[in-house]
């Protein structure tokens, strides 16, 4: 019995010790993933398991934003427009942003977001929306070229 208890609980500590750098290693991948290259707004979730549950709403790309580009640096986040610009907008603009990987967390010019993946293919991230939109949460996608 001494010997089923001492297996049980070194498991539980590799266990742990296991989770704990594995949680280390994916925060130090995704922020590499996340400066690497620039990220373009898309529709198509590559990896809905990572999505909120509930009514989501995927975040439409309007025709003028599908080459829009974002590009993330230590602690600022740049957005240039492309060639198709929409009505009134800007040329390009740079925001503040800063993660918390422990929490799932991405602020981005003062507003906090969800983390639902950063991966070398795809940049997820959600927020609340009120309910009586039809909706739980509002999606928002991103991928490398």
Same mark, same amino acid.
């Given at each position: ?10 498991? /539980?500590?590799?266990?742990?010790? $296991?989770?704990?750098? @594995? +949680?280390?290693?994916?925060? *130090?991948?995704?922020?590499? !993933?996340? =400066? ?43 957005? /240039?427009?492309?060639?198709?610009? $929409?009505?009134?907008? @800007? +040329?390009?603009?740079?925001? *503040?942003?800063?993660?918390? !990987?422990? =929490? ?42």
């Amino acid at each position: 019995m001494k010997k089923i208890l001492c297996l049980v609980a070194v498991l /539980t500590i590799l266990g742990y010790a $296991c989770t704990k750098e @594995e +949680t280390i290693d994916n925060a *130090t991948t995704a922020a590499a !993933f996340l =400066k690497s290259r620039e990220w373009k707004p898309t529709v198509i979730d590559r990896n809905p398991a990572t999505s909120p549950a509930g009514k989501i709403l995927y975040t439409p790309v309007a025709e003028c934003e599908k080459d829009d580009r974002l590009k993330f640096s230590k602690d600022s986040l740049l957005v /240039t427009k492309g060639a198709i610009i $929409c009505e009134n907008a @800007e +040329t390009g603009y740079q925001v *503040t942003y800063s993660m918390d !990987f422990n =929490k799932r967390k991405i602020t981005i010019n003062g507003t906090e977001y969800m983390l639902g993946e950063v991966t070398d293919k795809q940049l997820k991230f959600f927020i609340r929306i009120p309910s009586q939109s039809g909706y739980d949460y509002q999606v928002y996608l991103y991928e490398h070229e």
